[in-house]
């Protein structure tokens, strides 16, 4: 983690762990190239090969970076080497943008306070993955109207559970189908994620 800085006009560095589209990734970087955030993406990390987002990264000149778990490897092990790795372009924050593993006490306890997940649900529902198709089959059994999205800290291994920073409801309408509800959401979780990010930075928490 950085020092604390008296400049806060420097850019906030940060770091972002993908898993897969990087749509979010992308959020990220056109907010920082416009000027919305004050921040700079110094690595995207992705734990899997053929991630589109580690494209989208590299388009803008952006170190990406592939970190796979290996399957000989512990946990615990593969999580600290990962934290020596995204320690390693000293980041600010740490931004947990579609990236699909449980992170342990080994890499949280590096960025502690720091670390921030997004999820496509409102606080403590459906937590891990296919989160969007699990609200969608919820709705169309009536167990629910709406679903959500929330951008919160990682302080442990809870899965995709921490102090809340941002939510927001999101429709479900008679007429979506899947596809219709995941366009939805992730274009609220887009502009959510962009603005929960501006509100740390502005914070001049680092
Ligand atoms: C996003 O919907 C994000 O909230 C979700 O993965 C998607 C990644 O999309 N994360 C989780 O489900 C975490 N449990 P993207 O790769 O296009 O940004």
């Known amino acids: 983690m950085n020092q604390p800085t008296t400049n806060n006009q420097q850019p906030a560095t940060i770091v972002v762990l993908i898993s897969?589209?990087?749509?979010?990734?992308?959020?990220?970087?056109?907010a920082c190239a416009s000027g919305e955030l004050n921040a700079q993406v110094v690595a995207v990390i992705s734990n899997k090969r053929d991630a589109f987002g580690l494209e989208r990264a590299r388009r803008v000149n952006v170190p990406a970076i592939v970190k796979p778990k290996l399957k000989a490897q512990e946990r615990r092990e593969y999580d600290a080497e990962l934290a020596?790795?995204?320690?390693?372009?000293q980041?600010?924050?740490?931004?947990?943008?579609?990236?699909?593993r449980v992170l342990s006490a080994a890499f949280l306890d590096r960025f502690p306070q720091h670390v921030v997940n997004l999820h496509p649900a409102l606080?403590?529902?459906?937590?891990?993955?296919?989160?969007?198709?699990?609200?969608?089959?919820?709705?169309q059994a009536g167990e629910m109207t709406h679903t959500g999205v929330m951008v919160h800290l990682v302080p442990d291994e809870g899965v995709d559970d921490g102090p809340v920073l941002a939510q927001e409801i999101v429709p479900i309408k008679a007429d979506d189908?899947?596809?219709?509800?995941?366009?939805?959401?992730?274009?609220?979780?887009?502009?959510?994620?962009?603005?929960t990010l501006k509100t740390l930075l502005q914070k001049g928490e680092r």
């Open 91 to 100: 980041p600010d924050w740490v931004v947990l943008a579609g990236w699909m």
């Open 123 to 139: 606080p403590g529902t459906f937590p891990g993955i296919h989160a969007i198709e699990r609200a969608y089959e919820a709705y």
């Open 177 to 195: 189908t899947l596809e219709s509800l995941e366009a939805r959401v992730h274009a609220i979780e887009h502009r959510v994620l962009a603005a």
């Open 84 to 89: 020596d790795l995204v320690a390693s372009y």
């Open 20 to 30: 897969g589209n990087g749509s979010n990734l992308q959020a990220i970087l056109e």
